[in-house]
C-alpha cells in the first residue's frame, strides 16, 4: 500500500498514473488544504479539487484547474454585479464549492465532504485532505505577508518570496483515514509527488504528526522531483527557488525535504544530478518524469511504485 | 408619489409599468420577503429578484421567474453531486444570490443590497424589501405546517390550505427607506399590485408599523384584483380563496383587505362585481386588467395612477 503527498497539476498527475497501477486499497492520496480559501461565502479547496477532478478524469486538461466542457455564465454576471471575478469559478466547479460548503456547515469534515463528492465523481482511491482542520499558508514577501490565493491568483506570484508560514498548521491534526493510512500494516511507502515542495508538500509536512511520523518512520520515502532540468514544468516553484537562493534543480528540492526523503525519482534531462544524490545518502531512480499522456503518467507511476517496493524490501 | 406593494409575476408586470409612467423620485416598490429562505447556504429572495429582473428587462417572461438568456449548468452539475436541486437555479440567478449572500454575511441590510443589485442591474426606482428582518410565511395545511418554499415548489401546492402565519412579522420593522416613503409629504397613494394577497401582500401587511400606518393613513389605497373572471391569471390564489372558502372573484379579496383598501381597479370581465363593491364602500374602476404585453403593463399602470390620484383629490 502507497500513501501519495500531492497538491497541484503535477501532483494530480502522478496521483492519476498511481490509481490506474494501484489497486482499490492499495493507495491512498493525501492533498495540501493550505491553498484552501473562503471566497465569496464559499469553502474552496484548489488542490483538492484539482486530483479529485483528475482522477474523475473531468479535469480541463489545458488550463490546468477546474473542469473541462467549462462555461462561465455565474462569473460574467457575478461580475456585472460589480462582485469580485479574480478567482474564476465555473458554472459546473461552482457546484462542487456550494456542495462542499453545505456540508461542511452542516457539520461535515472535510475528509467526509470530500468523500462523497469523490464518490459521486466516480473516484475510486481515497482522496483525503492533509487536515480536517484549517491550514492556511502565508507567502512572506519583500512586499509583506500575502494570503496564498492573494499572492497566487491575484498577484500572479509576482512579488519576491522570502519565506511561508502554515497557519494552523501547528495545531492541526492529519485527517483520520490519512493517520489510519501512515499507520496501516500493509504500508509500502509514502510518495512525495512532484508537486511545489513549499506550497503544496511543505503545508502537509508542517503537521506535526505528519513530522512525527516521518522522523520515526519504518517504510521509505520516495519523492519526484518537480524541476526538470532547470525549470518546473508549471507553477512558480522555479522562481520561488531562486528568491529563496536555492539551486534550482532536484538538489534544491533535495536540500529542502533533507532526511525526509530516502530515494529520488529524477528526469533523464538530470541524471548528472544522480551522483551528487547518492552523496547525500539518497537512492535514485533516473526514469522520464514529464508527464504529458496519460501513458506518461502511468509509466511514472509504475516506476515509482516499483523504485519504492525495491528501497521497502532492502530496508535495514 | 406612490407606493406600490408588490410580490410575484402580477405585482412585478404593475410594478414595470408603474416605472414607465412614473419619474424618478415618484415611485417606490416594497416588496414581499414573505418567500424569501436560505438555501444550499445562499440567501434567496424570490420576489425581490422577479422585481427587480423585471424592471430591469431581464427577466424570463415565459418561465414567470429567473432570468431571460439563462442556463443551468450549476444545477445539473449539483444533482450529479447527489445535492439538492428541488429549487431551480440558473447560472446567472445564481450571481445575484451569492451576491446577496456575501453582502449580507458582510453586514449590509437586505435594502442596502437590494439597492446595489438592482443600480448595477439598471433598475432606476427604488427596489425595496418589505423589511430588513426577516418575515418567514408559513403554509397551515390539512398535512400540517409547511414552510413557503416546501409548499410552494416542492409540493407545487397541492395541500389544502387552511391558514397562513407570518413567521417573525410580529417583530419586524419596515425597511427604513419603506417608512420614509409611507411618510414622504408627497405621497399621493399606496398600490396594491395584483398579487397573491395571502402569500405576497399578507406578509407585508402583516408588519405592525405597516398595519399602523394603514389604519391612521391620510392618502388613499388603490388595489389592482388578482382575479379576473373567477381565476388568478398565475400562481395559487384561486385555489387557496377555494380553499378558505372564500368567493374566488374581487369580492373575496375585497373582504380579506377590508378597510385597508379605498379603491378597486378590476377587469371589464368583472364589471358585474363592481356594484357589490360600492356597497362595500369602495371606490371603482372598470379597465382591462390583464398585462399580457408591455404595452398592458404601461396602460394598466396609467390608470391605477390616475384613478388613485382622483382619489386622492376627492379625498375628505
Given at each position: 500500500?502507497?500513501?501519495?503527498?500531492?497538491?497541484?497539476?503535477g501532483?494530480?498527475?502522478?496521483?492519476?498514473?498511481?490509481?490506474?497501477?494501484?489497486?482499490?486499497?492499495?493507495?491512498a492520496?493525501?492533498?495540501?488544504?493550505?491553498?484552501?480559501?473562503?471566497?465569496?461565502?464559499?469553502?474552496?479547496?484548489?488542490?483538492?479539487?484539482?486530483?479529485?477532478?483528475?482522477?474523475?478524469?473531468?479535469?480541463?486538461?489545458?488550463?490546468?484547474?477546474?473542469?473541462?466542457?467549462?462555461?462561465?455564465?455565474f462569473?460574467?454576471?457575478?461580475?456585472?454585479?460589480?462582485?469580485?471575478?479574480?478567482?474564476?469559478?465555473?458554472?459546473?466547479?461552482l457546484?462542487?464549492?456550494?456542495?462542499r460548503?453545505r456540508?461542511?456547515?452542516?457539520?461535515?469534515s472535510?475528509?467526509?465532504?470530500t468523500?462523497?463528492?469523490?464518490?459521486?465523481?466516480g473516484?475510486?482511491h481515497?482522496?483525503?485532505?492533509?487536515?480536517n482542520?484549517?491550514?492556511?499558508?502565508?507567502?512572506?514577501?519583500?512586499?509583506?505577508?500575502?494570503?496564498?490565493?492573494?499572492?497566487?491568483?491575484?498577484?500572479?506570484?509576482?512579488?519576491?518570496?522570502?519565506?511561508?508560514?502554515y497557519?494552523g498548521?501547528?495545531?492541526?491534526r492529519p485527517?483520520?483515514?490519512?493517520?489510519?493510512?501512515?499507520?496501516?500494516?500493509e504500508?509500502?511507502?509514502?510518495?512525495?509527488?512532484?508537486?511545489?515542495?513549499?506550497?503544496?508538500?511543505?503545508?502537509?509536512?508542517?503537521?506535526?504528526?505528519?513530522?512525527a511520523?516521518f522522523?520515526?518512520?519504518?517504510?521509505?520515502?520516495v519523492?519526484?522531483?518537480?524541476?526538470?532540468?532547470?525549470?518546473a514544468?508549471?507553477?512558480?516553484a522555479?522562481?520561488i527557488?531562486r528568491?529563496l537562493g536555492?539551486?534550482?534543480s532536484?538538489?534544491?528540492?533535495?536540500?529542502?525535504?533533507?532526511?525526509?526523503?530516502?530515494?529520488?525519482?529524477?528526469d533523464?534531462?538530470?541524471?548528472?544530478?544522480?551522483?551528487?544524490?547518492r552523496?547525500?545518502?539518497k537512492?535514485?531512480?533516473?526514469?522520464?518524469?514529464?508527464?504529458?499522456t496519460?501513458?506518461?503518467?502511468?509509466a511514472?507511476?509504475?516506476?515509482t511504485?516499483?523504485f519504492?517496493?525495491?528501497?521497502y524490501?532492502?530496508a535495514?
Amino acid at each position: 500500500m502507497i500513501v501519495a503527498l500531492a497538491g497541484g497539476v503535477g501532483g494530480a498527475r502522478l496521483a492519476w498514473g498511481l490509481a490506474q497501477v494501484l489497486d482499490e486499497g492499495r493507495l491512498a492520496i493525501a492533498v495540501n488544504t493550505g491553498d484552501d480559501f473562503e471566497h465569496l461565502g464559499l469553502a474552496i479547496s484548489p488542490d483538492l479539487d484539482t486530483v479529485m477532478y483528475t482522477l474523475a478524469g473531468c479535469a480541463d486538461r489545458e488550463r490546468g484547474w477546474g473542469r473541462a466542457d467549462e462555461t462561465w455564465r455565474f462569473l460574467e454576471a457575478l461580475g456585472a454585479l460589480g462582485a469580485p471575478t479574480w478567482f474564476a469559478l465555473g458554472d459546473r466547479d461552482l457546484a462542487v464549492h456550494v456542495e462542499r460548503t453545505r456540508r461542511l456547515h452542516a457539520g461535515q469534515s472535510l475528509q467526509e465532504v470530500t468523500a462523497h463528492l469523490c464518490q459521486a465523481l466516480g473516484v475510486r482511491h481515497p482522496v483525503l485532505p492533509a487536515s480536517n482542520e484549517p491550514v492556511r499558508t502565508i507567502v512572506h514577501t519583500g512586499a509583506g505577508e500575502l494570503a496564498f490565493q492573494d499572492y497566487f491568483v491575484q498577484q500572479r506570484c509576482a512579488p519576491a518570496v522570502t519565506g511561508f508560514r502554515y497557519d494552523g498548521a501547528e495545531h492541526a491534526r492529519p485527517a483520520p483515514a490519512l493517520a489510519a493510512a501512515l499507520e496501516h500494516s500493509e504500508l509500502e511507502a509514502v510518495v512525495l509527488c512532484p508537486s511545489n515542495p513549499y506550497l503544496s508538500i511543505g503545508p502537509i509536512l508542517a503537521l506535526p504528526s505528519i513530522a512525527a511520523w516521518f522522523a520515526r518512520r519504518r517504510v521509505p520515502v520516495v519523492a519526484v522531483s518537480p524541476i526538470i532540468g532547470g525549470a518546473a514544468v508549471k507553477g512558480p516553484a522555479a522562481k520561488i527557488m531562486r528568491e529563496l537562493g536555492a539551486p534550482v534543480s532536484v538538489l534544491g528540492v533535495c536540500d529542502y525535504y533533507g532526511a525526509l526523503v530516502d530515494g529520488w525519482v529524477i528526469d533523464e534531462a538530470d541524471a548528472g544530478h544522480a551522483g551528487a544524490l547518492r552523496e547525500r545518502g539518497k537512492r535514485v531512480l533516473v526514469t522520464p518524469t514529464l508527464m504529458t499522456t496519460d501513458e506518461d503518467r502511468s509509466a511514472l507511476a509504475r516506476a515509482t511504485v516499483s523504485f519504492a517496493r525495491t528501497l521497502y524490501h532492502s530496508a535495514p
